[in-house]
């Protein structure tokens, strides 16, 4: 049966690949749901629902990976109703892999099986350090695929961050 894996994916990075390389270990395929979707050009959130979509696609078809489905998921505001709302967009799926408590409880208490699994590299392969990173100058291309960097480069990611820093009132990186 199908699994289900959520993020924001901001950008998405070397250590989201390898999570669902690792899930399809595990799975016939994947359903990637594209978390707060509604959400871009912010400092947390800079990149569109869409952007983050072509960061994902291109990068598993480059692995050679096709059992796959991505689904970009608004927010809605009431947790206990998020579960339904998921369904509600999503091919079926019976296991959740998650880090996120408030995720995991949640699929938890509508009865899907909520595993959580090991962050890897986390000193590098972390979407607020690669925006950190974008954002003041560091080297921010080895943490995501080659492809990302492209489509980063390709909608003007790096200035759209820096402009972004200019008119937020705190860095609201996290
Ligand atoms: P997240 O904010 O993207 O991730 C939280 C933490 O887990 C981050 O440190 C993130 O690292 C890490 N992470 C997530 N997926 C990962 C992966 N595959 N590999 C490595 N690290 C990973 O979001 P999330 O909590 O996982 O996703 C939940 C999404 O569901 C959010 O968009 C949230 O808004 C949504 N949600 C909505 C409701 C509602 O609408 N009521 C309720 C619950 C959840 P990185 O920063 O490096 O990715």
């Known amino acids: 049966m199908r699994s289900f894996i959520v993020g924001r994916f901001q950008?998405?990075?070397?250590?989201?690949?390898?999570i669902?390389?690792?899930?399809l270990r595990d799975s016939p395929s994947v359903i990637i749901g594209i978390g707060s979707a509604q959400y871009s050009h912010t400092l947390k959130d800079p990149f569109t629902a869409g952007e983050r979509?072509?960061?994902?696609s291109s990068t598993l078809e480059n692995?050679?990976?096709?059992n796959f489905y991505i689904v970009p998921i608004e927010d809605v505001n009431s947790n206990p109703l998020w579960v339904a709302h998921v369904e509600s967009l999503t091919p079926k799926f019976r296991t959740v892999y998650?880090?996120?408590p408030l995720v995991g409880r949640l699929?938890?208490?509508?009865?899907?099986?909520?595993?959580s699994f090991k962050l890897i590299n986390r000193k590098f392969w972390s979407g607020t350090k690669i925006?950190?990173?974008?954002l003041n100058g560091g080297e921010w291309e080895p943490a995501v695929p080659?492809?990302?960097?492209?489509?980063i480069k390709e909608v003007d990611g790096v200035n759209r961050l820096i402009d972004l820093s200019k008119t937020d009132e705190d860095d609201g990186l996290d």
């Not at 692995?63 to 096709?66: K, L, P, W």
């Open 11 to 18: 950008p998405f990075h070397k250590g989201h690949l390898e």
């Open 20 to 23: 669902i390389k690792e899930v």
């Open 53 to 56: 979509y072509l960061m994902i």
């Open 63 to 66: 692995e050679g990976i096709r």
């Open 98 to 100: 998650t880090n996120n």
């Open 107 to 115: 699929f938890y208490e509508k009865g899907y099986d909520a595993r």
């Open 131 to 134: 925006r950190e990173k974008i």
């Open 146 to 151: 080659q492809t990302v960097a492209d489509i």
